[in-house]
């Protein structure tokens, strides 16, 4: 019986069926994951074939009003719960054995172009593994490193004939190849790496970065499974484990009826990625995919092709860090050999052995137990009634007991109570509302901060109705926020608040910025992140965020903003003596990067964004119409941008929304357009393309009259003047984020009363979260359905779709 013929649509849900039960709110995307790797036990990437969720006007991923399923959505959620239901749903059939390989890189290095020169594993029985083991602890520690064979006596002389070969520069793979590509579908890949390191003049230590992926079809890329510094000295290497879950692995092989053609061929790779200014780096394997907006990065690695005469003796002379690799152990564990799993076993052998209702009582004792745990609350008899009467039907047209049971749970796992949030219950189970009530309150926490579902002690506070308790709630938040799932939380926020998203969308210009690739703009990012993070995690102020002398870089990105040198690619607190000119979110390269346009500064971006996000006081939109400024002043291209912007205002369509924009973001002129410190700007003539540069001038008034100086002036006054705007627009955005909807008029008086919990605890970040979640309105929120959600606190100046970074 085809799903599509009984199921009914999960999207009418506009008015609630009775009163005092909150309306619905779907989970995310990315909820959506985390609520299934939960409940299966596995972490895969069950959402990757998801199209991204739209993000709301103020940039928020939860916006009930966007979270609704359209039938096509349904028809992924259907396709990815039978997969789910398929992999990780036991039927009593034996769990295939683990499988375990060992490759010496010493035995596998191959040279490019050679026919049929790839080395293929196989593998050894777990006793062969530990005689393997037994005999390389005995034995000398030959290693290779990336470019080179075998070092059979460690690092070779300088003048050695082996170093100064320049026909080694080469990309470093080894094949690996499985018995069948369904024998361990669902299960772990873990990867013992064992590496040393020399490191480099500077100090600075090679970064091993580990990417695996299937390549049959030699067009697929390697997705990174991780990446650390390494500093072991080669007279005692060290290993690093990486756990991989076969799901993450993107396949290129299809099912045909030949064995071999079935078999699962895996890339291995292993790279020094550690980024040093002298190093040449190897041109990338066919295959890898480079985003279009980092196309200059394919150029840096197409010029290392005419580098690589240069040979390794060349690196090595001028003090860079090596790499170098001994061996690779791995184990394949299929699911369910972990005991960490959370298995769903089903009783195949009494339901077979039993049939007729024997049977049925299995399966509807599987589905009463999946559904509580799917749901996050108790399932009622008529939800229960209404599984077992489609388990009837599969069993009543033919279908088996293991295809019935599997359609079933397939189903659960696309029904409102699993999707929605707080979704309404049948009218005609009206005992089970208050069970259904207090839960509510334990998933809207979990969602909010873990963005995933409850654990056993929320829903147990929850069933005897002890989360109301004040004290309990605080003590709950508290314990949630330690979690590690709190990061899940933190991280989101951070990108959403901060509009993260908008940095995918600049394409920095290589010519004017050869320093610039896509691993350092993920560098930006990631030290945002880690910004917030760190002063989220660690209960500081949330001053901090504008105003610190602290800032969180690794190696690469010191380097870039001129720091003190700081070694490896971990993320690390760096004191800033000056940190007027560095400290805070307002001097990080993320932020300074989506707010230019790639090649140069953009003070509108600028000024918007602190604006909308720090101020919460977005600009008007654009008046339609208005001549470009080119066309009206012939010597526009030869300007400064400061002429520019002020040439801008001058017309007076523009003025009064430039005069409240501009300023803000005029302060920051210092920095160019990927976040690096100037004192002078390029400017390119139109005509001769001839370039030039002028000094760089940061000085401007703000509309409220403030002469500022520079960027620091600027961040002394956010702190110093208005502190109450820009931490009442944070608690306006957090809110925004809990309450799956921007807050409204009426919520104005618990907007005040939120704020004022925040001040007096000296601006806690987790003190903002527990007012937040103790308000009346968080624990009986709306999610925004049913409530007229446009009279929004700041209707009349509406954020530009011109003046947004779209």
Same mark, same amino acid.
């Given at each position: 019986?085809?799903f599509d ?9 506009s008015?609630? +069926?009775?009163c005092?039960?909150?309306a ?15 409940l ?13 969720a ?15 399923? *359209?039938?096509?959505?349904l ?9 789910? =239901? ?5 039927f009593?059939a034996p ?7 060992l ?12 026919s049929?020169?790839? *080395? ?5 029985t ?6 393997k083991?037994k005999?390389?602890?005995n034995?000398?520690?030959v ?22 070969r320049?026909d080694?520069? /080469? ?7 499985f018995?069948?590509r369904d024998?361990h579908?669902a299960?772990?890949l ?7 390191? !020399? ?5 600075s ?20 499974? @991780?990446d650390c ?9 060290q ?5 991989i879950p ?6 290129a092989t299809?099912?045909t ?7 699962? !061929? ?15 780096y ?14 200059g ?5 197409r ?8 040979? !390794?003796a060349?690196?090595? /002379? ?6 170098y690799l001994?061996?690779?152990?791995i184990d ?10 959370r ?9 077979i052995?039993n049939a007729g ?17 799917a ?23 033919? @279908?088996s007991f293991?295809?019935?049971?599997k359609e079933?749970?397939?189903?659960v796992l ?5 999707l ?7 009218e005609?189970?009206h005992p ?5 009530e ?10 909010f901060l873990?963005?995933?579902?409850p654990?056993?002690? +929320?829903?147990e ?6 989360l ?14 330690r979690?590690h799932?709190?990061r ?18 600049v ?6 910025y050869p ?6 703009g993920?560098?930006m990012?990631a030290?945002?992140v880690?910004t917030?993070q760190a ?14 002398d602290?800032?969180y ?5 010191a ?27 307002l001097?990080?390269?993320a ?5 230019a ?5 953009n003070p509108?971006y600028?000024g ?5 996000r720090?101020?919460h ?6 008046p ?8 009206? *002043? ?7 941008l400061?002429?520019?912007i002020?040439?801008h205002?001058?017309?007076?369509a523009c003025?009064?929304?430039h005069?409240?924009i501009d300023p ?10 990927v @976040?690096?410190?100037?004192e002078?700007?390029? =400017?390119i003539s139109?005509?001769?393309a ?6 760089v001038d940061?000085s401007t008034?703000?509309?409220? @009259? ?5 960027s620091?002036d600027l961040v ?5 003047e208005?502190?109450e ?5 944070l ?8 309450l799956?909807r ?15 919990h925040?001040r ?24 925004g359905?049913?409530?007229n ?6 209707t009349?100046?509406?954020? *530009? ?6």
């Amino acid at each position: 019986m085809p799903f599509d013929s009984w199921h009914f649509s999960p999207c009418d849900l506009s008015t609630p +069926l009775y009163c005092n039960v909150p309306a619905s709110k779907r989970i995310t995307v990315t909820e959506y994951q985390n609520t299934l790797q939960e409940l299966f036990g596995a972490a895969v990437p069950f959402s990757k074939n998801l199209p991204a969720a739209p993000l709301s006007e103020h940039g928020y991923s939860r916006d009930a009003a966007l979270l609704g399923v *359209s039938a096509l959505e349904l028809e992924y959620f259907l396709r990815i719960a039978r997969q789910a =239901v398929e992999d990780y749903v036991i039927f009593g059939a034996p769990i295939p054995e683990s499988e375990h390989y060992l490759i010496e890189f010493e035995d596998v290095v191959y040279r490019p172009g050679v026919s049929g020169g790839y *080395s293929i594993a196989e593998p050894f029985t777990k006793q062969e593994l530990l005689e393997k083991r037994k005999a390389r602890e005995n034995g000398q520690v030959v290693f290779s490193d990336r470019t080179l064979f075998p070092l059979p006596d460690g690092p070779l002389d300088l003048n050695s004939e082996e170093l100064n070969r320049s026909d080694r520069q /080469k990309f470093f793979q080894q094949f690996a190849k499985f018995k069948s590509r369904d024998l361990h579908k669902a299960g772990e890949l873990i990867a013992r790496v064992h590496v040393a390191a !020399k490191l480099g003049d500077d100090g600075s230590a090679p970064r091993l970065q580990f990417r695996i992926g299937d390549t049959s079809g030699m067009e697929f890329g390697v997705p990174i499974a @991780g990446d650390c510094d390494v500093t072991a000295p080669i007279e005692k290497p060290q290993v690093l484990t990486f756990r991989i879950p076969f799901r993450h692995i993107p396949s290129a092989t299809t099912e045909t009826d030949d064995d071999e053609a079935n078999e699962t !061929k895996l890339t291995l790779s292993v790279s020094n990625v550690s980024h040093d200014p002298d190093a040449i780096y190897d041109v990338v394997p066919e295959g890898y995919n480079f985003s279009p907006k980092r196309q200059g990065l394919m150029a840096r690695y197409r010029k290392t092709l005419a580098d690589s005469i240069v040979s !390794k003796a060349t690196m090595r /002379k001028a003090g860079v860090n090596e790499l170098y690799l001994d061996a690779i152990e791995i184990d394949i564990i299929p699911f369910g050999l972990d005991v960490s799993a959370r298995l769903w076993r089903i009783d195949a052998q009494r339901a077979i052995l039993n049939a007729g209702a024997a049977a049925r009582t299995v399966a509807e004792e599987s589905l009463k137990a999946f559904m509580e745990r799917a749901y996050r609350r108790s399932s009622s008899p008529a939800e229960v009634d209404s599984m077992m009467s489609l388990y009837d039907r599969f069993r009543s047209e033919g @279908g088996s007991f293991e295809e019935a049971i599997k359609e079933t749970f397939s189903t659960v796992l696309v029904s409102d109570p699993f999707l929605y949030v707080a979704a309404p219950i049948p009218e005609d189970d009206h005992p089970f509302i208050s069970d259904e009530e207090r839960r509510q309150l334990a998933s809207r926490l979990s969602y909010f901060l873990w963005s995933g579902p409850p654990d056993d002690t +929320l829903l147990e506070l929850a069933s005897r109705n002890q989360l109301s308790d004040p004290a309990t709630l605080a003590t709950e938040v508290a314990r949630m926020l330690r979690d590690h799932r709190a990061r899940r939380f933190s991280e989101r926020f951070a990108r959403e608040w901060l509009r993260l998203d908008k940095y995918d969308l600049v394409a920095v210009n290589p010519e004017f910025y050869p320093q610039y690739d896509e691993a350092l703009g993920d560098d930006m990012v990631a030290e945002t992140v880690a910004t917030f993070q760190a002063i989220f995690h660690g209960d500081r102020d949330a001053r901090e965020l504008i105003s610190s002398d602290t800032v969180y870089v690794n190696q690469r990105l010191a380097r870039h903003y001129g720091l003190p040198p700081v070694t490896g690619g971990n993320f690390r607190a760096v004191a800033v003596p000056d940190y007027r000119t560095r400290g805070g979110l307002l001097h990080q390269g993320a932020i300074l990067t989506m707010t230019a346009d790639g090649a140069e500064s953009n003070p509108i971006y600028r000024g918007v964004w602190i604006l909308e996000r720090l101020l919460h006081d977005p600009p008007p939109p654009p008046p339609p119409a208005v001549p470009s400024l080119e066309a009206s *002043s012939p010597d526009f291209g030869t300007l400064t941008l400061k002429q520019k912007i002020e040439l801008h205002r001058e017309q007076s369509a523009c003025a009064a929304c430039h005069a409240k924009i501009d300023p803000w973001g005029l302060a920051l002129e210092h920095f160019d357009a990927v @976040g690096a410190w100037r004192e002078e700007a390029l =400017v390119i003539s139109p005509d001769t393309a001839a370039k030039s540069f002028s000094p760089v001038d940061s000085s401007t008034v703000l509309p409220t @009259g403030e002469e500022i100086g520079d960027s620091s002036d600027l961040v002394a006054y956010l702190v110093d003047e208005r502190e109450e705007q820009c931490t009442r627009a944070l608690t306006w955005h957090m809110m925004t984020d809990a309450l799956a909807r921007a807050p409204d008029l009426g919520d104005e008086a618990e907007l005040q009363a939120i704020h004022r919990h925040f001040r007096t605890s000296g601006y806690k970040l987790s003190a903002l979260v527990l007012a937040i979640v103790q308000s009346e309105v968080f624990q009986a929120s709306t999610a925004g359905t049913g409530r007229n959600t446009t009279d929004t606190l700041h209707t009349k100046n509406a954020p *530009s779709q011109q003046h947004r970074l779209e």
